[in-house]
């Protein structure tokens, strides 16, 4: 039954789209993975996702980073506190504490999947991100240009002045490593840059070497950059997002006490590596 799970799964893996990992993709959007050809034939699953699986949102390349922590205090460079989001007056409250960056008070083990602050264990994801829009204004509204740039805005069908921005899952990639993140505030700097954030122009605001999104600690500790660097990002859908240290904690956890779900999920992490490994080495211009 096991054998049968793990096929299954492998076929999943390698239907155009799905889980969107960045895997080099070949003529014809086939991405360029050998599935072992066993001695029976396997009947193909219909993969137990929804459509949205298949949307590829497109890459910004060569992005710059900021880091950010929730309870950030403002200060000369950056005015603005973190204990607030522009989605949750009680952000801090609700994550479970200070998101401290130092590296001493942090807890960054690959092997564990453990990334997140020492001192206590994060009731929301602490992989996490702010890009420059926010998608409503006031109670009760959201920005005139929101239904017509949001690709999203019309399938959520939302009701007035709720925004369909927030825990929106990014793929970001750095180095040899690719992480998963969702969005939960806004900036660097500016909330209404829609051309990029959904567009192709590059971001607006020249502060901070043009940074066009902040990363929270826990990103940085899993890919090793620091602020100032560039990264690659593109938005994805949640069922192409593969269980990894940001669906430890927050709504998006796994059922832990499940072993064979936990060994499906470790043979998933194994293949998604897979991938990453071919995705590297596609030159820049073919992203």
């Known amino acids: 039954m096991v054998r049968f799970c793990f096929k299954t799964l492998l076929l999943i893996l390698v239907v155009p789209g799905v889980f969107g990992s960045g895997a080099a993709v070949g003529q014809g959007g086939a991405p360029k993975i050998v599935v072992p050809t066993g001695s029976r034939p396997v009947v193909p699953a219909r993969p137990p996702l929804a459509s949205t699986a298949r949307v590829l949102y497109p890459w910004k390349t060569h992005v710059t980073c900021t880091i950010f922590w929730i309870g950030e205090q403002p200060t000369s460079r950056n005015p603005t506190p973190n204990c607030k989001s522009s989605w949750d007056q009680n952000w801090a409250s609700n994550f479970g504490g200070y998101d401290d960056p130092e590296p001493a008070n942090r807890v960054a083990n690959h ?9 206590f264990q994060p009731k929301l994801n602490p992989f996490y991100v702010a890009l420059p829009y926010n998608d409503v204004q006031g109670a009760g509204r959201h920005k005139p240009e929101a239904a017509r740039v949001v690709p999203w805005f019309a399938r959520v069908s939302p009701e007035p002045g709720k925004t369909v921005c927030k825990g929106r899952w990014v793929q970001i990639y750095k180095g040899s490593r690719s992480c998963y993140a969702q969005w939960e505030d806004c900036g660097p700097w500016v909330t209404d840059d ?6 192709t122009k590059p971001p607006k605001t020249t502060q901070n070497g043009a940074a066009g999104i902040d990363l929270s600690p ?48 470790r043979y998933l992490e194994y293949l998604r590596k897979l991938r990453d490994e071919e995705f590297m080495k596609k030159p820049l211009n073919q992203l």
Do not use: M
């Open 111 to 119: 092997t564990t999947g453990e990334f997140r602050p020492k001192g």
């Open 218 to 265: 826990s990103i940085r500790d899993y890919l090793g950059l620091r602020s100032g660097q560039k990264v690659h990002w593109r938005f994805v859908e949640a069922g192409q997002v593969p269980y990894g240290p940001w669906k430890k904690y927050g709504q998006e956890a796994p059922v832990v006490n499940n072993p064979d779900l936990l060994a499906q999920q």
């Open 194 to 199: 829609w051309e990029f954030v959904f567009g």
